[in-house]
C-alpha cells in the first residue's frame, strides 16, 4: 500500500480517501462528454441532452469540495463558476418547462 500512496502522494487514509472521492468526480466530470457523444451520434447531429448538465454539476460539486479540501484556489475558482453555469443552464432548461417533475 506504501507505493501507491506515495504513487499518488498521499500519507494518509484520509488522504486516500480524498483523492479516491475526487478520481471519483473526475469520472462523473468525464462521464458529460460520452453521454453527449453518445447522443450527438444518435441524433445525427450535435446536441446537450439534459444528462450532460446533471454530471457536470455532479462531478464539478464533487471535485469542489475536492479541491476547497485540497485549498487549491486556482482549483476551487474554476470549479466554483463550472458549477454555477452548469446549475444555471438547469435551471433554465427546468424554466423552459422541457424537464418533468
Do not use: H, K
Not at 453527449?36 to 441524433?43: F, G, V
Amino acid at each position: 500500500m506504501n507505493a501507491v500512496y506515495n504513487f499518488l502522494g498521499v500519507t494518509s487514509a484520509t488522504e486516500m480517501a480524498w483523492v479516491i472521492f475526487g478520481l471519483a468526480g473526475q469520472l462523473l466530470f468525464t462521464a458529460r462528454f460520452l453521454v453527449q457523444w453518445i447522443a450527438s451520434e444518435r441524433a445525427g447531429r450535435s446536441t446537450i441532452p439534459i444528462a450532460f448538465w446533471w454530471f457536470s454539476i455532479g462531478g464539478g460539486v464533487v471535485l469542489l469540495s475536492y479541491a476547497i479540501y485540497r485549498a487549491d484556489p486556482v482549483f476551487v475558482l474554476g470549479q466554483s463558476l463550472g458549477v454555477f453555469i452548469y446549475a444555471r443552464n438547469l435551471w433554465l432548461i427546468r424554466r423552459e418547462g422541457l424537464v418533468r417533475e
